[in-house]
Nanobody, 125 residues
């Protein structure tokens, strides 16, 4: 297993969760890391991405100001801090990795060729 996501759970609206994605060293260095999510009956969508050096981050409009992505290269781990959660944030969250992705494709699901198993986040109203 090259990507291992964890940290999902059940939380009330307005609450917080932190997701983690542990990656093997081989695919972490130099990779852009992303979080995507998929709700029942919907397509998987981009949530947030971060460049390998952590210098640039990219957010979906729906999570700006509420979610924060960070990475610890020494631990080969990327984190997603989710605050002010809403019921519409309920989904399976997947971490993904992409090497050499250009800026215009950071939000593209097809740019990522390494995927974790997903972790379920449920936000109750």
């Amino acid at each position: 297993v090259q990507l291992q996501a964890s940290g999902g759970g059940l939380v009330q609206a307005g609450g917080s969760l932190r997701l983690s994605c542990a990656a093997s060293a081989r695919i972490f260095s130099g990779y852009t890391m992303g979080w995507f999510r998929q709700s029942p009956g919907k397509e998987r969508e981009f949530v947030v991405g971060i460049r390998w050096n952590g210098g640039h981050t990219y957010y979906a409009d729906s999570v700006k100001g509420r979610f924060t992505i960070s990475r610890d290269n020494a631990k080969n781990t990327v984190y997603l801090q989710m605050n002010s959660l809403k019921p519409q944030d309920t989904a399976v969250y997947y971490c993904a990795a992409a090497y050499g992705v250009i800026l215009s494709r950071v939000r593209s699901l097809q740019a990522y060729d390494n995927w974790g198993q997903g972790t379920l986040v449920t936000v109750s109203s």
